[in-house]
């Protein structure tokens, strides 16, 4: 983070730079309090103290628990992101597009069902909504629907990308998980079949 | 409800017509109240206190909240079944599996959509994870399998099927239409294009 050029004031720079250093302080306080016990049973209250930061600027800052959350889950998420926006095939670059959509739905489907992942641990504790519009949630849509269309498939990639994509969210793959006792591997398995009938191309489209 | 062939004692009979009577009495109080204020205001001692049966009686019946509106959204329920597993086509039975299940999803959408849909609005109000498990998720889950089988779909018709329904449920559904805005009809167009695509043929499936 830099200061826009035309600052000349040395005062408005010191404030700024404070923002950003409470901003990572209580982002680094809650990733180790989150660590060491659970996202469940961190609350703002000792993020605020562990970070040695009055409680009125954690919320000025964040807004609300789910805020702070949802911070903390764009720092979790940079090197996924940074894998499959630039890291190597088939997941990254390099590889046709439905191979990379297959090794996308694989990574999440594995992440979702990773115990120890903070960023499925942090992603679960915020509301379905709020995931959704989040920068995450929104990198996760963008990235399905463009490999969609790059795919070739003639459709609403914008819609069919959300389909893809509500199959591998925490409500119905943890609820597949847990309560139906369905393997990790189907799940994937599945995800891979939905990406090969998605892209396959049928001649032409049959009217509406 | 029928008593059982080989029942002989009046005071059991008695005791289990109660249970039916008060069973009965709960969920029309609960029905009325929910009509009247809203299934989010209305709590457990308004509906014991409505019907004029015990809180314990209705804890009993019910185990919790949730139980409660999960057995009343089994009665709302009940006209939706009958049209999609004996009312006419294309819900019903005597058209082809792939039109009845366009039809299926259009009319989950269609109410999901409705405000004023008594079963939306209880379905709403249970977990994710309770709604799948229970009778109506259950059923649609069953009902969705059963078309893509008849459909002659080659693949894993019970996964293929939560994937269409979690396109449909609640959590996906309302932020599509609250959050992004999109228009049920095209909620609904992408459910037939989904529908489409999973039954088309493709001659031969490639090796995995």
Redesign the interface.
């Known amino acids: 983070m830099t200061a826009a050029p035309d600052d000349t004031s040395d005062g408005a720079s010191a404030q700024r730079s404070d923002a950003v250093r409470n901003r990572v302080r209580l982002l680094e306080a809650a990733a180790r309090l989150v660590a060491e016990r659970g996202v469940e049973h961190v609350t703002m209250h000792e993020v605020a103290e562990a970070a040695g930061v009055g409680k009125g600027t954690l919320f000025r800052r964040f807004g609300d628990r789910d805020g702070l959350l949802l911070a903390l889950l764009g720092e979790a998420e940079a090197e996924f992101q940074e894998a499959y926006t630039s890291g190597p095939p088939p997941l990254g670059p390099g590889a046709p597009a439905k191979d990379r959509l297959t090794a996308f739905g694989r990574a999440l489907i594995e992440r979702i069902a990773a115990d120890a992942d903070l960023g499925a641990a942090l992603g679960r504790q915020v509301l379905?909504?709020r995931r959704?519009?989040s920068d995450t949630g929104r990198a996760f849509h963008r990235h399905v629907s463009t490999l969609l269309r790059k795919a070739g498939v003639d459709?609403?990639h914008d819609?069919?990308a959300?389909?893809l994509l509500?199959?591998a969210?925490f409500?119905?793959a943890?609820?597949?998980r847990?309560?139906c006792e369905?393997p990790v591997a189907?799940?994937q398995?599945?995800w891979?079949?939905?990406v090969?009938?998605?892209t396959?191309s049928?001649g032409k489209r049959?009217p509406?």
């Open positions: 379905h909504e959704h519009a459709g609403d819609m069919l959300h389909a509500a199959f969210n409500e119905t943890d609820y597949l847990k309560e369905v189907r799940l398995a599945t891979a079949d939905l090969r009938r998605l396959r049928d049959p509406d």
